[in-house]
């Protein structure tokens, strides 16, 4: 009889009429309870082990589209309320939809929250669920998440096309996950900054520990994969700019995979390998190595990372305060980069520093770089370069991404420096200088470079194809104006005509102080003085001259005092 009852219920409740009664009910209690609108098109059972809704919707109190979904379907182990535990195994949902937002301080989310977070009666224990997540595969298709904050003036857009998830079974009373497979299709982020309505100056609300953590759980993850990603984000109403923007980042083509991947604490362990494409023009075009990532660090062990034409690797950690701070990762995101045996291209600095765009060649370059992009330093500094000119020392860098305020300082200890490669990574491109350049053949300099964007201040000791000498020399490169230098030259048998053009003018000993206005172009003015000590000219040598000299274009006005014991009557 019992058993003639059971399936004359089974057959009443899988009648449609009752379901879609059911479906009225349920949406109903949601709307009463939550105080809002709620609308369900269909709940369906099968066999009391397969559950779907279709056409799922929630809105916020004001009325503004807060939770979507147009299929979720569950298999489930037991019977609701009938059996001890009942265990989800498999969820499948495609159409979901959620779009949290706020105008002031609190979002129009919150009374969602306070529903579930309700306090129970503190006479009644709360009922334990027996429901149960005992996951073995998820399948989420079009899935869009938004995140409009007026307040703080920020609108968030994450999408996802597909993501599949197969696991070994678990539960979340488990104290180990093991993923087999979680694979990402086409997932999308965009950010853009805007002005919010927040006041300025107002008191920013307390910030909540910024953590993950599993609480001695252990999360595997045997393959991660993304494919057709993408990454946007804008903070600036402006154009792009050529180049690298940081103010307009568009990342696509991200394709990434992670090998075993343990999560243990708050620390994530993997083997990564990941490639992308930069608006700019910038390609990733592999990134490998193990990936370590906790709440405030991000880093990468034994990696190797390969652009258009350039390769890094050995050592990298990319520490951050919140994770918010990526949004300025120039400024706020401190880097700590131990470099061996890498290629920097010009062409790919370029996208970061214009006036490299159109050089050439490469570096070899090794060191200890910290800080951020914006302000470093490196220690323990080797570049060389492909016709064996190199550097040794330490370098820093300010604001490497600001042309008009960009600044940099070069200690240099050790050095050899083929003139045509200064030419061609540092002077601007004028024929006149470049003759000059080569005319010094290399230059072994042991001494301070610093400068920005518009100048170079030398000061050191200099050994060149033409002599030896010791310099103090500034020189401004100001586009479309003439060359300015001004400086001393402390000069030793350095072989002066040569550079100068002068056949009959050979070595030269003593100190030259001199400024100027270009290198032969029109307008072109200088002026020095100096003390010889000797000078040879015609074969013969002259000692203890004292000159004054003038230059304007091409004339040139010559005092000269010579005390030479040869020339005393």
């Known amino acids: 009889m019992v058993l003639v009852l059971l399936t004359l219920f089974y057959i009443t409740f899988q009648l449609p009429v009752v379901q879609d009664k059911l479906t009225g009910y349920v949406a109903d209690y949601l709307s009463t309870s939550l105080q809002t609108k709620v609308k369900i098109k269909r709940l369906r059972f099968q066999f009391f082990n397969h559950f779907s809704i279709e056409d799922f919707y929630v809105e916020d109190q004001e009325g503004h589209p807060l939770l979507q979904a147009s299929k979720l379907n569950l298999e489930l182990n037991g019977l609701p309320g009938w059996e001890d535990s009942t265990v989800i195994e498999n969820i499948a949902a495609k159409g979901l939809k959620v779009h949290l937002q706020r105008s002031d301080s609190n979002w129009k989310h919150r009374f969602l929250l306070d529903f579930f977070n309700k306090p129970t009666s503190k006479s009644k224990r709360p009922k334990q669920s027996n429901l149960q997540l005992h996951l073995k595969t998820a399948l989420l298709e079009e899935i869009e998440f938004l995140q409009t904050d007026n307040w703080e003036g920020q609108h968030i857009k994450a999408s996802l096309k597909k993501l599949e998830l197969k696991a070994n079974p678990f539960t979340l009373e488990d104290g180990n996950f093991e993923i087999n497979k979680l694979a990402l299709l086409n997932p999308a982020v965009e950010i853009r900054a805007f002005t919010g309505r927040k006041p300025q100056g107002a008191k920013k609300q307390p910030l909540t520990k910024q953590a993950w953590e599993l609480d001695g759980k252990r999360l595997y993850i045997n393959a991660f994969e993304i494919a057709g990603g993408s990454f946007r984000f804008d903070d600036s109403t402006d154009l792009p700019k050529v180049g690298f923007d940081q103010h307009h980042i568009a990342i696509s083509g991200i394709t990434a995979s992670l090998r075993n991947s343990l999560m243990a604490g708050d620390t994530l362990q993997s083997k990564l ?9 910038l390609q990733l075009r592999s990134l490998t190595g193990n990936f370590f990532l906790s709440p405030r660090s991000l880093s990468l062990k034994e990696f190797s990372l390969a652009t258009n ?7 990298l950690e990319l ?3 919140k994770l918010s701070d990526w949004e300025n990762f120039g400024e706020r995101v ?17 996208y970061f520093i214009p006036t490299l765009a159109q050089k050439s060649g490469s570096l070899q370059l090794a060191g200890d770089l ?7 330093t490196i220690q323990n500094l080797a570049i060389q370069t492909a016709s064996n000119s190199y550097i040794a020392g330490a370098a820093t860098a300010k604001n490497l991404m600001r042309k008009a305020s960009f600044t940099y300082s ?29 005319k010094l053949k290399y230059l072994r300099f042991n001494g301070n470079i610093q400068g920005n964007s518009t100048s170079s201040q030398l000061n ?11 310099t103090q020399l500034r020189i401004n490169y100001l586009s479309q104006s003439l060359l300015q230098y001004a400086g001393s030259v402390n000069l030793k048998q350095f072989e002066l005509g040569k550079l100068m053009g002068i056949p009959a003018l050979a070595s030269v000993s003593g100190t030259i102080q001199f400024n100027g206005n270009g290198l ?4 072109t003015a200088a002026t020095a003085s100096a003390m010889i000590e000797a000078v040879t000219y015609n074969g013969y040598t002259l000692k203890n001259v004292e000159l004054l000299a003038e230059l304007n274009q091409e004339q040139v006005e010559l005092r000269a005092a010579i005390d030479d014991e040869n020339l005393k009557t």
């Open 273 to 281: 390998k990941i490639s992308a494409t930069e608006r700019c023009g």
């Open 309 to 315: 034409q350039s390769i890094i690797q050995d050592q």
């Open 319 to 321: 520490s951050f305060e």
């Open 334 to 350: 401190f880097i700590k980069a131990n470099l061996n045996q890498s290629l920097l291209s010009a062409a790919d600095l370029g």
């Open 370 to 376: 910290r800080g951020t992009l914006n302000d470093f």
């Open 410 to 438: 070069l200690q240099i200890k050790r050095s050899q420096i083929l003139s045509n490669e200064v030419s061609n990574w540092l002077a601007p491109a004028t024929s006149t200088i470049n003759t000059a350049l080569r």
């Open 460 to 470: 050191g000791v200099a050994t060149t194809g033409l002599g030896l000498l010791k």
């Open 520 to 523: 032969g172009e029109k307008n």
